[in-house]
């Protein structure tokens, strides 16, 4: 079983919908990150965050700690919004951080 | 800031063959991450530094592959001899971490490196 799950693992959305991605884990959290890759290959940073919720412009992302969870909505989808969004979680360890990945979710936003 | 820079961007190789992927962090930032992303298996952690220092090294896929970071602004990736299983885009981040803080900051992107071994 993988220490992360994504759902869904694709979306097909029409430009201006609601869109939201979930992520569930199973092990212990320092913090939750969540990434975006374009189709051009690179990734970006979208949010870090290990309690409640964060804002920037239409991305929303949040957090449940008790119920092991967080999810990443977009507001007004746009085309440019298509990619994949990888979901990864920050373990501590005596020896350091470990890092867990989902598979990811591949977002299309059709005009 | 220019970024992180990683070379090169391409890397075409044949099978026996070493590789040396180069990676120079964000100025500032204390902590390196090389990843390995293929279609099966998606995106892996392969090992990361703080301070210099590999903090976790568990995601290095066997003794052919071995990571240096020698100072703060310069890390290397090697594979010796590469396979054609090695055949993947291989990106380096980098971000700044506080001991005290609950985890790693966001972390800054490489535009990574196209290997294929033939």
């Known amino acids: 079983k993988n220490e992360v799950e994504q759902s869904p693992q694709n979306l097909t959305a029409q430009e201006g919908e609601f869109i939201t991605i979930n992520c569930s884990y199973s092990v212990g959290i320092s913090a939750l990150h969540w990434l975006q890759q374009h189709p051009g290959g690179g990734i970006v940073s979208l949010f870090m965050l290990s309690s409640g919720k964060k804002k920037h412009g239409r991305l929303i992302a949040t957090i449940n700690i008790q119920e092991k969870h967080s999810s990443l909505h977009i507001t007004a989808s746009h085309p440019r919004d298509s990619a994949v969004y990888i979901c990864a979680v920050e373990s501590r360890k005596r020896a350091g951080n470990q890092f867990y990945f989902g598979t990811g979710t591949s977002l299309t936003v059709i005009p | 800031d220019a970024g992180v820079i990683q070379s090169p961007r391409h890397e075409v190789t044949e099978m026996g063959q070493e590789v040396t992927l180069r990676c120079k962090p964000i100025s500032g930032h204390n902590s390196l991450f090389w990843y390995r992303q293929t279609m099966m298996r998606g995106l892996e952690l392969l090992i990361y530094?703080?301070?210099?220092?590999?903090?976790?090294d568990s995601g290095m896929p066997e003794d052919r592959f071995s990571a240096k970071m020698p100072n703060a602004s310069f890390s290397t990736l090697k594979i010796q001899p590469s396979e054609p299983r090695d055949s993947a885009v291989y990106f380096c981040a980098s971000s700044y971490f506080t001991i005290a803080g609950e985890g790693h900051n966001e972390q800054f992107f490489g535009p990574g490196t196209r290997l294929t071994v033939l």
């Open positions: 530094f703080n301070n210099n220092v590999p903090i976790d």
